[in-house]
Every structure is written in C-alpha cells, then in structure tokens.
C-alpha cells in the first residue's frame, strides 16, 4: 500500500500528538485483546490506516444513565482509541452530538434510509406500558429501535442495560425493561447483535469491536459470529474469569483475605472474596484490560467485583443486579414474596433447625412410645397378607 | 426383645467399606465446601480446594463403583435374615416397601403401635437412599457447573443458562449441601434410635443376634443362626 494512501490517518494521528509508535503499540495490544497472533498486526495496521472511508454509525439510547457514553467519552487526552473510533461516521448520538430538534432526526433519518450503518444501542429497550414507558421526540422507543435495528448491518448493544435489561431491568420492572437481542427476536428482526455487557460499557471493547467486525472484515463474510458465545458475547472478551486473571489471585490461594474495609488485610491489598467478590463468577477481562485509558480497574482501585458483567439476554432474571445483590455478600438474597428478601443461609439455617428439632421431639416420642428400649414389637403380619389371607385363604 | 438380628449378609464387607468411603468423602466436602464458601479463617483455602475436588472424584468414583456392584454383588432381602439376592433387588423398592407404606408413615407418626414388617429397611428410609444416588449426582453436576474450567462445555452451559447463571448455580449448590446434612442427621437418627446395632454392623462389621425373618420379611420364628 503507498505511503500516500495512509495520509488522512497520519494527520489524525499527528494532529492528536500520537506518534506512529504509539500507533503500532496499539494495534499490538488490540491484536492481543482479539486473541490474533502477532502476524496478523502488520494487516491490521494497515486495515486500520486504509479505513478512510467513514463507516456510519447510529449509537442510539434506550433506558440508560448516559454511563456508556461517559465512558466512551472518557479519555482526557486523544489517543489512539478515539482515533480508531473515529473511523465511525456517528451520525446520531443523542448526548454529545451537535445538531438538535430536526436536524439532529434527519440526519438519522437519511443514515438509516441508506441503511448498512453499525448502531450502537446503550441502554434498556424500555417496552413497558405498551412501549410508552420511553418517548423520544414523540415516538416510542421501541419503534424507534425496530425500525434502526431493521435497517443495520450489525447492532453492538454496549452496556448490561442494553444486553439483558441491566439493571433497569432489576426486579420488579415496571418498565418492561429487557435487551435488544431479546426485542429483535420477538419482532422477527434478524440483525445481529453483538453483546456487550458490562456497567458501563469498556470502550477498548468498542474499538476492538470496530476494528475485528469492520476493518478487518468479519461481519462482511459472517465469521464474527463464530466468535460469539451463546450469549452473543466476543468469546475472546468475555471468555474466562475475572478470578482467574486477578492480580490478588495469589492471596486467594494463600488464603488471605480482606474481611472488613479498613483493616490491616485491606492496606495489604489481600483478596477481597468475603466481602462478596463476584470475580469467580463474572466473565470479562477487565483485569487485563482494565478501564480508565488502561489505568486501572475497580479490584486495583481496592473495590470487589460487583459482576456488573454478568448478563443473560436470552432469559429473564439473569441481569447483573437481581443475582449479585446484596453486592458485599457471598451469596444473592432470594424473593420471597410476601415474607422479602432473604439470604439463602438463613433459609438452610431455618430448614435445618426445623429438621434438627422435629428429630428431637420424634426422639421424645419414641422414648415416651417405649421404643427406645427393647422396640416395639413387630405386627404379627402384614396388612397385606391379612388382607390376602381372608379372601383366599393364602398362604 | 423386638430387634431383627444384625447379620453380615445385610451388608457385605463391600459395601462396608463403600459406606465408609462416603462417610468420609461427605464430611470432607461438606467441611472444605463450608470454607470455601466463606473462609472463616484464613491460610486453608488452596488445601480446601484441593481436598474438595480430591473428595468429589472420590466420592462419584465410589458411588459409581457402588451401583455397578450391586448388580452383582448379592446381599441380604430382609434385616434379620441370611437369604441373599441381587442387592440391587433389595436396594429398590421391593414389592413389600409398596404395600407397607400406610403401615410405616403410620409407625413413623406414633398412629400405630406395632412394628411394621417390611422388605430390606423401612419405606421412607428405602426411597431417601435412592434419592441419595441422583443428589450426589446432582451435587457433582452443579459443583462443575461453578468451576471455570470446565463451566463453558455444552453440557454444563446448558444448566447454567436453566438457572440464570452461576450465582443460582452455587445456591442450588449450597441448598443440596444442606439437603444431604439432613439426609445424613435423619439417617443417623433412625439407623440408632432403637439400639446401635445397625452402626455397628455397618461400620465394624460386627454380628449381633435378634429376630429372625425369612426371605420375603415374614417372622421365621425364634432366633435363628
């Protein structure tokens, strides 16, 4: 490829003060992250360098508190992952575009009358009351939705919300919150969706998304969805424990945990599993690729895991927030109805001291019954046989 | 004296043993799968691990083991008898524990006075350790099902995606747990509250004389050899 070619990108790169080191630095790592080999960096830098032409983008917001956008919006100085993310021609984004009123609807009009664009949907599909639980310029959100979605060539659904509910879909739900993949598949809309859960969203997954399904071709022949799980997650992003790559995995080996905020085990940076970590049981790789321009994660930053990663978008109840809370315990609270929300040990405690109790009063019984000493004495035949024996004489 | 006399053929050396194997399998889980749950101290987890896993293989491979025995191992039909067959006859249901269940639910509950005669144990105790065989197995299953190397196999994915993912997977985890102390509490209580023959049988192997049954549960008259 000449020189020439790569000249918009170097602009953008030199503009944003990052140097072409940076540049290849970053496309190693995404290549990581993507679980390509090394060889495959040199084609993607040049995917990414060649991708002048602007892919439309529609990133549209459902039920959400904005986070993902803040997230997206994150980086404090320019670097190489706004410039990839530049790459989207983001025709509508509701919270940081400039136009408003009409010309703001328009332009989404005419990108989704042309069709073929990537939306990006943050947030619940918020379907309760008949749709009107969420309005947007006086048309319901769902339809709204339907109609992007029908005209995409993929959906990334960014955030829990967006996957599964979230945590707008916590229990009791009033707004009929559920997620996208769910929505398309009871309207028959057959776009897929790439699932990308998390509280909010990390935008290295965005960029890397970007880069795998678009510049490097994998939604135009269909493989990226081999690299899906069952939950339309990126194998590759959500494929193995927060646990298992955790930087305090050693001290829970050790055994050394932290078992109040404040104390000594906590200045000592010891493993945070009895106040509620949900890290063996949540699958992102947050621990590797960490959040914040890569300067950290909420482990490092002393916090457990709350499995804000958790997600099922195929089933209700699955959403991070009804199975993970209480956050700091180890165990979820269970509904029970009437009676509200109680700790599964409290249950067992209960059944077993109900059972404990009911031995020792039977035991009184048969002390009482005499049977404890000796037994009772054996019936001198079975009811059956009796029973046998009158009718036909028997045996 | 209303005791059915205690003999080896109720329980052969082999199945002795495998009660012993469970025994000890049982409380190891149950003890190292406390701890895992919440570490009340600290220092033992990777030894909680690694006892738990030990104990789970042991605890399968024995069970597995004991079912293929009992098809061919023979044991006795009744308590109190020297008339073997088939154990796996006797360890389901015999034609005696169907129409002996009125009799025995009325025993339990103080409703009637005389023992029941039965088949090989009592009815409600004769379905709990047919339970016990798909609750360990349950219990095995659950357990891989929050093990993440194993976690993503089809297999296991399914059932995780029937409960809404791991969180509900350890609750089961935990509540079965709890369903086999008190299997094992209710267990212990019956096989003793008339006497520790049945322990001592079970555990050393030791003979102790009492009434004599024959083959089919019926009063053989007297004590018998």
């Known amino acids: 490829m000449a020189h020439e070619d790569h000249g918009a990108v170097y602009d953008l790169l030199k503009s944003r003060g990052v140097s072409r080191r940076d540049f290849l630095k970053y496309c190693g790592s995404l290549a990581a992250m993507l679980g390509l080999s090394e060889a495959m960096v040199p084609q993607m830098v040049a995917a990414v360098e060649s991708g002048t032409k602007l892919q439309p983008a529609l990133w549209l917001n459902g039920g959400s508190c904005s986070g993902c956008t803040e997230s997206i919006a994150q980086v404090d100085t320019p670097d190489v992952a706004s410039i990839v993310l530049d790459l989207l021609s983001i025709n509508y984004f509701e919270t940081i575009m400039m136009a408003q009123g009409d010309d703001a609807e328009k332009a989404a009009e005419e990108t989704i009358k042309e069709g073929g664009y990537i939306l990006i949907y943050e947030g619940s599909v918020m379907t309760g009351q008949d749709g009107n639980a969420l309005v947007i310029n006086g048309r319901k ?3 709204i939705l339907a109609e992007a979605a029908a005209g995409a060539a993929a959906v990334l659904a960014v955030g829990s919300c967006a996957v599964d509910g979230g945590w707008v879909a916590a229990a009791p739900n009033p707004a009929g919150a559920i997620g996208v993949q769910e929505f398309l598949t009871d309207e028959g809309i057959s776009t897929p969706v790439i699932n990308l859960p998390t509280c909010p969203v990390n935008p290295e997954w965005i960029v890397a998304m970007v880069v795998d399904v678009l510049l490097l071709g994998k939604l135009a022949d269909g493989s990226i969805l081999d690299e899906l799980d069952d939950f339309g997650r990126p194998k590759l992003i959500y494929g193995q424990s927060i646990h298992d790559n955790c930087p305090r995995r050693g001290h829970f080996e050790n055994g050394e945990f932290v078992y109040q905020f404040g104390s000594e085990e906590e200045k000592k940076g010891y493993c945070l599993y009895p106040l509620g970590c949900k890290g063996p049981q949540t699958f992102t790789n947050c621990p590797i690729v960490r959040w914040n321009s890569r300067s950290g994660w909420c482990i490092e930053a002393g916090s457990p895991c709350i499995g804000c990663g958790s997600a099922n978008p195929t089933k209700h109840g699955g959403n991070w927030v009804d199975v993970g809370t209480p956050f700091l315990n180890r165990h979820r609270d269970l509904p029970l109805g009437g009676l509200g929300n109680t700790a599964p040990g409290t249950v067992a405690g209960v059944v077993g001291g109900v059972a404990g109790a009911a031995l020792v009063a039977h035991g009184v019984g048969m002390k009482v019954a005499g049977r404890m000493d000796g037994g009772a004495d054996y019936e001198p035949m079975k009811a059956h046989d009796a029973k046998k024996m009158k009718k036909g004489g028997g045996e | 004296m209303a005791h059915p006399a205690h003999y080896r053929e109720a329980h052969p050396l082999v199945f002795v043993i495998t009660h012993w194997i469970n025994l000890i399998s049982m409380v190891a889980l149950a003890c190292s799968g406390f701890y895992i749950h919440y570490p009340f101290f600290s ?9 738990h896993f030990f104990f789970m293989y042991v605890l399968i491979i024995n069970l ?25 006859k006797n360890w389901l249901p015999q034609k005696a524990n169907v129409h002996q269940f009125g009799a025995w639910i009325k025993y339990y509950t103080f409703f009637k006075k005389d023992h029941p005669l039965g088949a090989k144990y009592g009815v409600l105790q004769k379905g709990s350790y047919i339970l016990t065989v798909p609750l360990t197995f349950l219990m095995a299953y659950t357990g891989f099902c929050i093990y993440s190397p194993v976690m993503d196999w089809g297999f ?6 029937l409960v809404n993912g791991p969180m509900n997977m350890r609750i089961i985890h935990y509540f079965c747990m709890w369903v086999f102390i008190i299997f094992t509490a209710i267990h212990a209580y019956l096989a003793n509250v008339e006497g520790v023959a049945p322990s001592r049988l079970i555990f050393a192997w030791k003979e102790e004389e009492g009434l004599h049954f024959d083959a089919d549960g019926n009063p053989a008259g007297g004590k018998s050899h």
């Open chain 2, 156 to 161: 296991f994915q399914a059932g995780l995606n």
């Open chain 1, 141 to 143: 959100s769902t339809e």
């Open chain 2, 64 to 88: 597995t083991l004991r079912i293929v025995l009992a098809f061919f191992v023979k044991s006795a039909t009744v308590l109190g008898s020297r008339e073997v067959d088939t154990d796996i």
């Open chain 2, 43 to 51: 220092g033992f987890m990777g030894v909680a691990r690694g006892m």
